[in-house]
């Protein structure tokens, strides 16, 4: 079983960037596909963008051209970098791992990420 622990978030002015880590231990990351979800206050989380093996990515139309997933299955973390940030982006962001076989899945805590000017 894999554990999840997300770091990097904050306030950050309209137009900013901010990288969010996702540190996994318990298990090798190789073994999961990885996402990045969101969720604001009365709605449900969704995808942000997702990692297929270390090349094949997916974004949320919201999110494309502006952030990107990345993975180091050696330093067992997934990063996602958020460029360009608006205020609409305000949300907890959670780290998702869904086992490649088991389809098990696994959340992070979440990490608060605050766009204001």
């Known amino acids: 079983q894999v554990q999840l622990v997300e770091s990097g978030g904050g306030l950050v002015q309209p137009g900013g960037s901010l990288r969010l880590s996702c540190a996994a231990s318990?298990?090798?990351?190789?073994?999961?596909?990885m996402g990045w979800y969101r969720q604001t206050p009365g709605k449900g989380r969704e995808l942000v963008a997702h990692?297929?093996?270390?090349?094949?990515?997916n974004y949320a139309d919201f999110v494309k051209g502006r952030f990107t997933i990345s993975r180091d299955n050696i330093k067992n973390t997934v990063s996602l970098q958020m460029n360009s940030l608006k205020p609409e982006d305000t949300a907890v962001y959670y780290c998702?791992?869904?086992?490649?076989?088991?389809?098990?899945?696994?959340w992070g805590q979440g990490t608060q990420v605050t766009v204001s000017s």
């Open positions: 990692m297929l093996g270390s090349s094949s990515t």
């Open positions: 318990g298990s090798i990351l190789s073994l999961y596909d």
């Open positions: 998702n791992a869904r086992h490649l076989v088991l389809h098990s899945d696994y």
